[in-house]
């Protein structure tokens, strides 16, 4: 188990001593973004490019960042250090714009709030999935390329997957072509192919994504091209990525992806991810 100490605003806390304001836009508005970062023996992987990401999505949201990478980092060394978890798991850094007085229009200067906690890896194995019906991805929003503190169109997706005995829910855009699934980029192999949606789809710029676009897997070259379910029901297999795994998706609405088992590329990515 985890021990139950977080970082919160320059200290290190017991979770049972730590607080958030109930004004904080965070929790009143979901003013703020967040990053899990994978951590192996301690150490965050690909720190630097979240922390990019996250100064980005902040950018976007003119949501000051007080706090310089290199402080960043040592809050995280710190949390890791206080802490005892297993040679495998995850930290959450999460950004609010902080306490504020009831209203959409942010402060002028506003204070923002830092919280990092540790904790496990979400399952692995393969998923099976559902296209989602009661929500879809809006492609035309800069919001989907943020990883903001308001998850309800992924909340409802995964409740309609559990309701219907699914692992996972892929999601549709404005435009009814694949964008993603709830927390996850999705790429498909057709053939000698290996795709996955462009980003102006409604796909949020992965961490994992990127890398897998970057390594040309299994000698592939992989392409950003828009996805349709005609698409998906010719692949040869498909898998979802993000920062904590890579998983094989061998089933979307009951119906097999490929031959129903993980492919070679989803194996052979899964050796170095």
Request: charged share 20%.
């Amino acid at each position: 188990m985890t021990s139950a100490i977080l970082w919160l605003n320059g200290a290190l806390l017991e979770e049972s001593a730590a607080r958030v304001d109930p004004a904080d836009r965070g929790f009143t508005l979901g003013d703020g973004l967040f990053e899990t970062l994978r951590v192996s023996d301690d150490t965050p992987r690909h720190l630097g490019r979240h922390l990019a990401r996250l100064r980005a999505g902040a950018a976007l949201l003119d949501l000051p960042l007080p706090w310089s990478d290199a402080e960043l980092a040592a809050a995280m060394e710190r949390l890791l250090a206080a802490t005892t978890g297993p040679r495998e798991g995850s930290l959450r850094l999460t950004v609010t714009r902080g306490v504020a007085a009831r209203g959409v229009l942010p402060p002028a200067a506003p204070s923002p709030s830092l919280l990092i906690t540790r904790g496990g890896l979400p399952p692995d194995g393969p998923v099976r999935a559902v296209v989602a019906t009661v929500t879809r991805r809006n492609e035309h929003s800069p919001l989907s390329r943020l990883k903001t503190l308001n998850y309800l169109d992924a909340i409802l997706a995964r409740q309609e997957a559990a309701r219907r005995g699914a692992d996972d829910a892929l999601l549709l855009n404005t435009a009814g072509r694949l964008a993603e699934a709830s927390a996850a980029n999705l790429f498909l192999r057709r053939g000698d192919r290996l795709l996955t949606p462009p980003v102006a789809e409604g796909a949020l710029p992965g961490i994992a994504r990127a890398l897998v676009l970057e390594d040309h897997a299994a000698g592939l070259p992989v392409e950003e091209h828009p996805l349709t379910l005609a698409d998906l029901a010719g692949a040869d297999e498909a898998f979802l990525t993000n920062s904590l795994g890579l998983r094989p998706l061998v089933a979307v609405d009951g119906v097999a992806v490929g031959d129903g088992r993980p492919g070679p590329i989803f194996r052979s990515l899964a050796i170095n991810h």
